[in-house]
């Protein structure tokens, strides 16, 4: 039987849950999350498996994840178990390579994972992705710029992005 370590944190944004499996981080719950939640991603990806509240295989996790809403930490260097039909990993998979301070458009990763009409796909999948943050999955918009949604609610989608640009070296600066 599998089992799925979980650990409640506080964070920078607010009270926030990580999961693991042996095999790596699993799922992320943001603060104030919409949707089905752990719950709802229990039932849909390990059944059957026995939870246990364990901090030592989720330090990792809560650290990194920490660093990153502190602003000290661009990118995740964590073992992922990250479950998902073959569409939903080729969208998660491009995801992964929007760089830190950076935005994609729906439209632009549909046309990156080879499906450009397939912008409400991409749409459906992001709203699903079990590891907001690592996943960085605030990184995309509506074309034209505006948010669209965010499981965590737009204000921390808005911070996420604010931090992340803020970040970023002004055009011309020298390094």
């Not at 990806?45 to 990792?60: I, S």
């Not at 073992?79 to 760089?99: C, G, H, K, N």
Request: glycine share 10%; with cysteine.
């Amino acid at each position: 039987m599998e089992i799925v370590h979980t650990a409640e944190f506080d964070a920078p944004a607010g009270r926030m849950r990580v999961a693991s499996s042996d095999r790596g981080l699993v799922y992320v719950a943001l603060p104030r999350q919409s949707g089905r939640g752990f719950e709802g991603w229990l039932r849909r990806h390990a059944p059957d498996a026995q939870c246990h509240e364990a901090w030592a295989p989720n330090r990792d996790a809560v650290t990194q994840i920490c660093e990153f809403l502190e602003g000290k930490r661009r990118a995740f260097d964590l073992e992922l178990d990250l479950r998902a039909t073959s569409f939903q990993q080729e969208v998660y998979d491009a995801l992964l390579t929007i760089p830190y301070g950076e935005t994609r458009s729906y439209a632009d990763v549909a046309r990156q994972v080879g499906r450009p009409r397939a912008v409400r796909a991409v749409g459906s999948a992001n709203g699903s992705n079990p590891l907001p943050l690592v996943v960085p999955c605030h990184r995309v918009v509506q074309s034209g710029g505006k948010l669209g949604g965010y499981g965590g609610g737009l204000p921390l989608k808005k911070r996420l992005l604010a931090m992340e640009q803020a970040a970023q070296p002004a055009p011309g600066d020298l390094l």
